[in-house]
């Protein structure tokens, strides 16, 4: 027999890995995250200051000017989680307004004829 039961599981672990670290940074300052350039991004830095995130959009390898990409390039540190986060929530964002442009032009091209008409 376990202490814990179906009823009351364990509480979930405390957020450590790079991914929810990444996502808690967004969450908490997301709106700080500047994008500089294509694939490039500003991510504020927990210790003050930002470090300059490569998305590698076009190609290449993604990087982050934080110690502990310098580290462990061959993982995802929290800025880069972090950034790849506001990329995908902005292009959201454009896609949304641009179907909302589409949807808006293809109502008032269907009002015409019947305008024409009355
Ligand atoms: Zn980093």
Sequence with gaps: MTNRS???????PPATTREQRGLE???????????IGKGFYRVPAC?????RVNLAVFGGTESCSCPDH????????????AATVARAKAR??????QAERTKARASR???TPLAVSL
Excluded at 47 to 51: D, L, M, Q, V
Excluded at 92 to 97: G, N, S
């Design 6 to 12: 179906l009823a009351h599981p364990a509480p979930p």
């Design 25 to 35: 940074l967004y969450r908490e300052r997301g709106h700080e995250i500047e994008h």
């Design 47 to 51: 210790s003050g200051g930002s470090y």
């Design 70 to 81: 310098a580290r462990h390039p061959e993982l995802t540190c929290k800025h880069l989680a």
């Design 92 to 97: 959201m964002r454009a896609r949304t307004v």
């Design 109 to 111: 091209a269907s009002l």
